[in-house]
């Protein structure tokens, strides 16, 4: 059974934006604050911004002030919006739930 499910990812240019989507399901939604994570070439994986049952929010230092986390309860779905997007934002993003749910991740390419 597929728990996290994320879309949305792309190319993009520089100054760009996009906006990605995690389905989960809805166990997991209802139980676990969520999160994104992205995992560039050659480096460790960076939290990006938490969002919790409460919709109190984190943000990690990479994207601070770029990004926005936002969740629809409706549809069990968070959402990551990224503006101003950098060459050096190109990673594969992940959802994350529970320190144990991983979607199977989106790929951003910030490239002109």
């Known amino acids: 059974q597929v728990q996290l499910v994320e879309s949305g990812g792309g190319l993009v240019q520089p100054g760009g934006s996009l906006k990605l989507s995690c389905a989960a399901a809805?166990?997991?939604?209802?139980?676990?604050?969520m999160s994104w994570y992205r995992q560039a070439p050659g480096k460790e994986r960076e939290l990006v911004a938490e969002?919790?049952?409460?919709?109190?929010?984190y943000y990690g230092p990479a994207m601070k002030g770029r990004v926005t986390i936002s969740r629809n309860s409706g549809e069990s779905t968070i959402y990551l919006q990224m503006n101003s997007l950098k060459v050096e934002d190109t990673a594969v993003y992940y959802c994350h739930a529970g320190k144990v749910y991983w979607g199977q991740g989106t790929q951003v390419t910030v490239s002109s």
């Open positions: 969002i919790t049952k409460t919709d109190s929010t």
């Open positions: 809805r166990d997991i939604y209802n139980t676990y604050a």
